[in-house]
């Protein structure tokens, strides 16, 4: 029953795995607090245009998702902040388009059919080597250290921008630094679990925890507590019915998600009767 | 007396609109002020030049920076799990967390601390926005219409309670409202703006059935609540 974990590249897929789940569950929560689930969307092909960009120039694909990602990141910010008049919906669905088309048409200019582009894109979570399972624990310390400096303001903006600005928060800078955070862990993760994964670990156990819980700290330990539980039974359940590893956690999860729906409200989970200082 | 907030010749354009023309006028420490004028006349505007939210030409000076401040509709998804304690706890620059308790005590809401903020009513949350606002010891409250949402029992309840920690702590409050009555029983002093400064000083010398035609246009009269206590 369990010879899925004596095997190298399961036991691999589920380090690599889990520790995405933690690292994107937790940045999700802000995404879904700030109803920017579409943005998770639009960064996810932001990534893809930058994988197609390395293809085409012959540079580490990694390592040019991750710029391409972070310079479509913060235009996006920018233009959303001096444009007035423009909705962030239309912003980040032009954004979206826009990089969907060109990361298309740069792969339209590669020539031959690339085996590798496709695992960078739908990702192979059982392909995954050990250096893709450090780089996955770096970008959990990377991400998991920035929002602990950083999630009382983040917070505070996601609650009121303007109560945020006047308490000394300053607004334009974090909103900035969480785009780049999003973006860096967006395109660093999809090596790891391909472009389809990463907004639905983004999304839905954030979403699914926000519908079971009446706390913000029950909120974030449920958040990464159901991406885990998802990536497991995901990984498991595609190991023994052989389907794709990626496709198979995304609908456990979404499974998790409708379930969450049922839930009333007396049932949801609320820890912050716990003393406050405990709260840092 | 130095003033607390000393404005010359403030003015705020706003996507091509002039909506503030040139106001000057200062503001002591202590004083509960009163900002009126009828709808689009630049109320929330001053509001906002003061605490440096929007851009403005001309000149302001706070003699604090440790300000508060409830704004007049807040933008809040109010399913975002997270109750009374965690919001004032994240929003607390510093300790001691009793502070928390004190300040819902003050504000006469300590049994709403474990409760989520998306099940609380309109008058509860309101609250809650204004324990927010005192809760880092502010030199300066701004309230913008904190009333908008709230009966009018409420309404007065929390008028009572701002005036009472105003007493105690020795706040400046600058306060948005429509509401006449409100002005007369609460603030020291009133500006009346309609894009320009229409008037100021002691509500009973200001509000005159000039600046009031002035400002409201004419045949507007006061005529006094026929409230039940």
């Known amino acids: 029953m369990l010879e899925f974990i004596t095997l190298a590249f399961m036991q691999r897929a589920l380090l690599a795995g889990l520790l995405t789940a933690v690292t994107l569950s937790l940045l999700g929560v802000f995404v879904v607090l700030r109803r920017s689930a579409f943005f998770g969307d639009a960064v996810a092909h932001f990534a893809f245009a930058g994988i197609a960009v390395g293809f085409l120039l012959g540079l580490n694909p990694v390592l040019t998702a991750v710029v391409v990602s972070l310079l479509l990141a913060l235009g996006m910010g920018v233009i959303q902040r001096h444009a007035p008049g423009q909705s962030l919906d239309t912003i980040i669905g032009i954004f979206f388009s826009g990089a969907a088309a060109l990361g298309i048409f740069i792969i339209g200019l590669l020539r031959g059919f690339r085996v590798d582009l496709f695992q960078f894109l739908f990702g192979d979570i059982v392909a995954i080597t050990p250096t893709d399972v450090v780089y996955s624990l770096l970008l959990l310390i990377l991400v998991g250290s920035l929002l602990a400096f950083t999630w009382r303001p983040l917070f505070k903006i996601t609650f009121n921008q303007e109560i945020a600005a006047v308490s000394g928060v300053n607004v334009g800078l974090y909103e900035y630094l969480f785009l780049a955070l999003l973006a860096i862990a967006t395109a660093l993760s999809i090596k790891i679990v391909g472009i389809i994964l990463v907004p639905a670990l983004l999304v839905i156990p954030a979403a699914t925890a926000k519908n079971l819980s009446q706390s913000f700290r029950a909120l974030v330990l449920l958040s990464a507590a159901i991406s885990l539980v998802s990536v497991l039974a995901g990984l498991v359940g595609s190991f023994y019915l052989n389907t794709a590893s990626g496709a198979t956690i995304v609908l456990v999860s979404i499974v998790f998600f409708l379930t969450s729906l049922l839930l009333p409200n007396s049932r949801k989970l609320n820890l912050s009767k716990l003393k406050s200082s405990q709260i840092k | ?229």
């Open chain 2, 1 to 229: 007396m130095a003033p607390i907030i000393s404005v010359q010749n403030l003015s705020v354009t706003l996507g091509g609109h002039l909506i503030l023309n040139n106001l000057s006028f200062t503001i002591n420490p202590g004083d509960i002020v009163a900002i009126i004028g009828p709808n689009g006349s630049g109320k929330t505007t001053l509001l906002k030049s003061l605490l440096g939210l929007i851009p403005y030409h001309g000149h302001i000076q706070l003699g604090s920076t440790n300000l508060g401040y409830v704004p007049q509709r807040l933008d809040f998804d109010r399913t975002i799990p997270i109750t009374v304690t965690e919001l004032l706890s994240i929003h607390l620059q510093q300790k001691p967390y009793s502070k928390i308790d004190q300040v819902l005590t003050a504000i006469d809401a300590k049994n709403l601390s474990h409760r989520p903020l998306g099940v609380l009513s309109g008058g509860e949350f309101q609250r809650v926005l204004v324990a927010l606002a005192l809760l880092n010891d502010p030199d300066i409250l701004f309230l913008d219409e904190p009333t908008a949402s709230v009966d009018a029992e409420g309404a007065s309840e929390l008028y009572t309670i701002i005036k009472n920690l105003q007493r105690s702590r020795q706040l400046t409050i600058i306060l948005v409202s429509h509401d006449i009555d409100v002005v007369f029983k609460y603030a020291t002093n009133v500006l009346c703006v309609n894009r320009r400064l229409v008037c100021s000083g002691s509500p009973k010398q200001a509000l005159t059935q000039t600046t009031l035609e002035q400002l409201y246009g004419e045949h507007q009269t006061l005529y006094p609540h026929q409230e039940k206590h």
